[in-house]
DNA sequence: GCTATATGTAATATATATTTGGCATTAGGT
DNA sequence: ACCTAATGCCAAATATATATTACATATAGC
């Protein structure tokens, strides 16, 4: 399973660190950590609440096969 | 937990059964009757599944705050 | 009235997301 | 050399998504 590098990327373009975002939005930074290895599967509430954190969107982080330029 | 009536639509739409979609994803049918009730927290990948099925995008779908005009 | 399809819902079982706790590495500051 | 923050990863425990089976209702066609 791919990495989640655009989930990266929007986390650092806010200078969050993964233990930040991970209490902002209420899991443990083992869960951010894992989603953004691409090791699972996260459920969509919590895929919105890091979108929200984020100030992106659901198809900006996690849509896949579109255009993603950079 | 509020029901998810634009999976329902979009569904209605392209006049595919909760079978039909459970089937073409590769879930149960509660589980596609559960979304639509809003009873849970699918995974999104599932969530991904479905709206490649139905020609929708994460945002069309799941995502929650903005313009979702009729 | 019978049969078939579509839907809503519930109980129990299984798979997996998520937590907890821990260890290792890297980079920065003192 | 030491300390701290940030990250990657791992094993075991817990919470919850999802499967399985089943029952009930409504509608449409025969």
Known sequence: MGK????KSARAAKDISQKELAETVG??????NAIESGDFNPSI??????CR???????QIFWEDD???E
Chains 1, 2 share one sequence.
């Not at 899991?27 to 951010?32: D, E, G, H, K, N």
Request: net charge positive; with cysteine.
């Open 67 to 69: 255009g993603n330029a």
């Open 53 to 59: 954190t984020l100030n992106k969107t659901l198809d």
């Open 27 to 32: 899991v443990t930074r083992q869960t951010i």
């Open 45 to 50: 509430r919590l895929c919105i609440a890091i």
């Open 4 to 7: 989640n590098l655009r989930l």
